[in-house]
T-cell receptor, first 110, second 113 residues
Framework: DAKTTQPNSMESNEEEPVHLPCNHSTISGTDYIHWYRQLPSQGPEYVIHGLTSNVNNRMASLAIAEDRKSSTLILHRATLRDAAVYYC???????????FGGGTRLMVKP | EAEVAQSPRYKITEKSQAVAFWCDPISGHATLYWYRQILGQGPELLVQ????????DSQLPKDRFSAERLKGVDSTLKIQPAELGDSAMYLCASSRGWDQPQHFGDGTRLSIL
């Protein structure tokens, strides 16, 4: 399975944009890029996913590099409630078998 | 918004005992997943159901773990006998289909004494 590499932790200031990077140099042509986040004491929560084109939804934006070897999750205006562990996951959509790595722990400072 | 329900929220038991977790997925969700999450790590998939059928249980330690979804709705995950290393959060998730986003419950935290 193709793997992802994320920084262990990042800090952001409240109300500022946050760019969470993910490297996936061994991604295959059929792999979708999924992002989930996990708030303290809760189960993971779906954020966004994409294949080749950039994607936007009410929670975030996903920017995918042209060669698809990296992607960036963008939170346009961080709030204290965005403090969570963010997981970048690859899935070839042949069964939605998500393999979670260690993720990035995002800390938001007031 | 409808949620995935899990119970109990916490479970403390002694090693060698049997333990069971219950999950009620979002209504209409055909696909159900059980994950185990060790503290400080990401969730690890144990088993995936499509309706009442097991799609993948390759990561389920079948000597002590079992999972069922008899009527294709709610599901039970059982451990017998429990070992110290089974202490973890057990998460259930569901989705409309195998290609749809997964919705997670808040899990059952298991502590083995």
């Amino acid at each position: 399975d193709a793997k992802t590499t994320q920084p262990n932790s990042m800090e952001s200031n409240e109300e500022e944009p946050v760019h969470l990077p993910c490297n996936h140099s061994t991604i295959s042509g059929t792999d979708y890029i999924h992002w989930y986040r996990q708030l303290p004491s809760q189960g993971p929560e779906y954020v966004i996913h994409g294949l080749t084109s950039n994607v936007n939804n009410r929670m975030a934006s996903l920017a995918i590099a042209e060669d698809r070897k990296s992607s960036t999750l963008i939170l346009h205006r961080a709030t204290l409630r965005d403090a969570a562990v963010y997981y970048c996951i690859l899935d070839n959509n042949a069964g939605n078998m998500l393999t979670f790595g260690g993720g990035t722990r995002l800390m938001v400072k007031p | 918004e409808a949620e995935v329900a899990q119970s109990p929220r916490y479970k403390i038991t002694e090693k060698s005992q049997a333990v069971a977790f219950w999950c009620d997925p979002i209504s209409g969700h055909a696909t159900l997943y059980w994950y185990r999450q060790i503290l400080g790590q990401g969730p690890e998939l144990l088993v995936q159901f499509q309706d009442e059928s097991v799609v993948d249980d390759s990561q389920l330690p079948k000597d002590r773990f079992s999972a069922e979804r008899l009527k294709g709705v709610d599901s039970t995950l059982k451990i017998q006998p429990a070992e110290l290393g089974d202490s973890a959060m057990y998460l259930c998730a569901s989705s409309r289909g195998w290609d749809q986003p997964q919705h997670f419950g808040d899990g059952t935290r298991l502590s083995i004494l």
